[in-house]
């Protein structure tokens, strides 16, 4: 029996120039790098310009993974992109990349599922390509989310950063066995009655304004470690593969406690755990394309390997994805 399946084809990330450290940060804020460093994991983030926007930071790791890839916007027929923090209300941030790629075919269009977001645009971009719809995807996680926060509110703002990352998906014939290359399965989770937890203030709807992101830091961080884990048992559970199979963990990258709290609970070798956190901070949707992109061009993760990716974000929102690279 032949299947397709969705092979990442290529990848690439952006980081803006700017890099502030939490030494920068503690003379505008009351904080200290040893309780950033102790409590997160994190030692620097990197913010956008004045100017720069979303789609500026997307752009750059959109073409970054067509170069990667060795293919155009020829070779593409949808652009999906998570996103928290669009350029505008709408359009949809996507459309802006299509239209700066030189793209004028196809579809492109914004889904939002805040730091889940890349997961979910992949299994989006994944169910384009495996029903025929899609000839080839860019999936692009891009954010600026420092222009979500409230620099006032230390609980919060020392820990996220700017950034993106993305991947090209193509459609590869295979016989059906887990040993193809692509994406195996994946699995997507929300659940509203935990909005509270982790949300933004405002809205063009409720207030008419952006808002500020507001967070219970302990009860997001007590969720997100059991919540990561059930969906990574999903994902075993649904292939038969077990956790001693996993060649590399690619986990959102919200702060190195969670990741080794996760790891701890699923009984994953830290060395097996792609943490990248310590230099850009949580960078919401585009936090696992970062670190897919880091643990690529340094080579640890290989053709034949198989790499499992999770995100937890806002909403609440969970998702897990298993590739076969
Ligand atoms: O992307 C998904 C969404 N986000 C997450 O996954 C984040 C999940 N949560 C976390 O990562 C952690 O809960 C935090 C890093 C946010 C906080 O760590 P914590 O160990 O849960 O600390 P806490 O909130 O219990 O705060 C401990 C203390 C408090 O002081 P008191 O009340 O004990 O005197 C805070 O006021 O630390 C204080 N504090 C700070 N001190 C210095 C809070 N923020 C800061 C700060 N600098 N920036």
Not at 225 to 236: G, Q
């Amino acid at each position: 029996m032949t299947c397709i399946r969705s092979v990442v084809a290529g990848c690439g990330s952006y980081l803006p120039e700017r890099v502030v450290t939490n030494a920068d940060l503690a003379k505008f804020v009351d904080t200290t790098d040893e309780w950033i460093v102790s409590r997160s994991g994190i030692h620097q983030r990197h913010l956008a310009a004045e100017g720069e926007l979303t789609s500026d930071l997307g752009l750059a790791a959109a073409q970054a993974a067509l170069d990667n890839a060795g293919l155009t916007v020829d070779d593409i027929d949808l652009i999906v992109m998570a996103t928290t923090t669009p350029d505008d209300t709408f359009p949809a941030t996507a459309t802006k990349i299509q239209m700066k790629l030189g793209m004028h075919h196809g579809a492109a269009f914004d889904i939002q599922a805040v730091c889940s977001g890349f997961v979910y645009a992949m299994s989006v971009a994944d169910n384009f390509i495996k029903t025929g719809q899609s000839k080839g995807a860019l999936v692009i996680g891009a954010e600026t989310f420092s222009r979500l926060l409230d620099w006032e509110d230390r609980t919060t703002c020392v820990l996220f950063g700017d950034g993106a990352g993305a991947v090209v998906l193509k459609p590869e014939e295979g016989t059906g066995e887990l040993s193809d290359r692509g994406m195996l399965t994946a699995h997507l989770h929300s659940d509203g009655r935990y909005r509270d937890k982790l949300y933004v203030d405002g809205g063009p709807s409720s207030t008419q304004t952006v808002g500020h992101v507001r967070m219970i830091g302990k009860d997001v961080f007590r969720h997100a470690v059991v919540n990561i884990a059930d969906v990574i048992t999903e994902a075993l559970d649904a292939t038969g593969y077990t956790i001693d199979d996993i060649d590399w963990f690619v986990p959102h990258q919200a702060n190195r406690r969670i990741l080794e709290g996760t790891a701890k609970r699923i009984g994953l070798p830290l060395e097996k755990v792609v943490m990248t956190v310590g230099q850009h901070g949580n960078t919401s949707a585009a936090s696992v394309p970062l670190a897919l992109d880091t643990a690529l061009k340094d080579g640890r993760i290989k053709s034949g390997d198989l790499v499992l990716l999770e995100a937890m974000g806002g909403g609440f929102t969970w998702a897990s994805a298993l590739l076969r690279w």
